[in-house]
């Protein structure tokens, strides 16, 4: 059976999950509007980040950006329990400095580059003490818990920053997919095709679309579309005009993207504002 505590911080910028899933449970590709950092308790399986695979196993951590879609892969007849701590930079923003920003490992990053900490690392840091921690100033609501919280999610950033800095990139596991995500990332608001993709790199179509649904878990259009729907809804954040956001994320007209922007997040760009404000997570 599934089972899911949720907590939720009172700001809204701040949430702790510890879920327990079994295999029958599917887990689609996704992104959050959060930083996400996932602690594995119990699971030993796969976790695909940006087309990279990661074996993952118990008490290793994940991380990433609301960049990065992500999904796990489960194995048969598995256990599947976590604890996730999706944060925004507004719950730390007076910790935030120019020569400093605790959220730095996370957000500058190569996309599904260095997202996993070993269990080694957690242990020597004490990264899964902290998440304990902060569980229980959650569940005993203690005077100081607000503060504790905020301290200890302060603390283990800090540990992740400086762990990410200090281990070094591998690139043992190089695919050409790698060079084709890192691609279209940087091309979102130009017309891109399988056509065009296959011409670039010198692959056949028909390979691209296979690598693309067996190792991100979605089509090259769904991939393309749901990353210009994570553009284009920063760009709203961030105080532009959807329509203005649509052209600037790729999409060609705007009635096409309200269509897909709709269909991924289940609200209209318009009232996208809103249902944030409300802390309700989106999942595209």
């Given at each position: 059976?599934?089972?899911?505590?949720?907590f939720l911080h009172d700001d809204k910028s701040y949430n702790l999950k510890h879920s327990i899933f079994n295999s029958s449970t599917d887990i689609f590709p996704h992104a959050h509007n959060s930083y996400e950092i996932i602690h594995f308790v119990n699971f030993s399986g796969t976790y695909s980040v940006e087309g990279h695979i990661y074996e993952i196993g118990k008490n290793d951590i994940l991380i990433t950006n609301p960049n990065e879609i992500h999904r796990a892969l489960l194995p048969p007849d598995t256990i599947f329990e976590n604890q996730q701590l999706q944060l925004k930079e507004a719950y730390?923003?007076?910790?935030?400095?120019?020569?400093?920003?605790?959220f730095k490992a996370l957000r500058h990053r190569e996309l599904g580059c260095q997202n996993k900490i070993d269990a080694s690392k957690v242990k020597e840091y004490g990264l899964d003490v902290l998440f304990d921690k902060i569980t229980y100033y959650?569940?005993?609501?203690?005077?100081?818990?607000?503060?504790?919280?905020k301290a200890l999610?302060?603390?283990l950033?800090?540990?992740v920053n400086n762990i990410v800095t200090i281990t070094p990139v591998k690139k043992d596991n190089y695919t050409i997919l790698e060079d084709i995500l890192i691609y279209i990332n940087n091309n979102l608001t130009q017309k891109i095709t399988l056509k065009f993709l296959e011409n670039k790199f010198f692959i056949s179509k028909y390979n691209i679309s296979r690598i693309f649904k067996q190792q991100?878990?979605?089509?090259?259009?769904?991939y393309i579309t749901t990353k210009r729907i994570l553009l284009a809804k920063e760009l709203i954040l961030n105080g532009m005009y959807a329509?203005?956001?649509?052209?600037?994320?790729?999409f060609s007209d705007y009635s096409n993207f309200y269509r897909c922007f709709k269909k991924a997040t289940g609200i209209s760009p318009y009232d996208y504002k809103t249902q944030l404000s409300k802390n309700t997570e989106i999942n595209v």
């Open positions: 059976m599934d089972y899911t505590k949720l730390l923003a007076e910790f935030i400095f120019d020569d400093y920003n605790p959650h569940e005993n609501q203690l005077p100081e818990s607000k503060v504790m919280i999610s302060l603390q950033l800090t540990y991100i878990g979605y089509t090259f259009v769904e329509s203005d956001a649509a052209l600037e994320a790729g």
